[in-house]
């Protein structure tokens, strides 16, 4: 059975940092593509980062220079490293795996960037 499960939101003051984790089971997660999304209110979905599964990382415009995905494949989990946080950063946060035709993701974590 597959599990996508992150962690790590919360509240935290502009400027602040972050760090979000995803701990994925039930799949060979060393051969699979990772991307964190987020979903602020009222927008669409939008992908932040991508780490492949040869550790090629891509990055948002919005995001670059200020978070760094990276993945430890013996620990099956992707982390979101989130540095100079600001309030257009606030939105739920997902882990998704992908190779080929296979999609898996996870519920969210909230992250709200506020005083």
């Known amino acids: 059975q597959v599990h996508v499960v992150e962690s790590g939101g919360g509240l935290v003051q502009p400027g602040g940092s972050l760090t979000l984790s995803c701990a994925a089971s039930?799949?060979?997660?060393?051969?699979?593509?990772m991307r964190w999304y987020r979903q602020a209110p009222g927008k669409e979905r939008e992908l932040v980062a991508t780490?492949?599964?040869?550790?090629?990382?891509d990055y948002a415009n919005s995001v670059r220079g200020r978070f760094t995905i990276s993945r430890d494949n013996g620990r099956n989990t992707v982390y979101l490293q989130m540095n100079s946080l600001k309030p257009d950063d606030t939105a739920v946060y997902y882990c998704?795996?992908?190779?080929?035709?296979?999609?898996?993701w996870g519920q969210g974590t909230r992250v709200t960037v506020s005083s």
């Open positions: 998704n795996a992908w190779l080929w035709s296979n999609n898996y």
């Open positions: 039930g799949f060979s997660f060393s051969t699979y593509g």
């Open positions: 780490i492949t599964n040869t550790n090629r990382q």
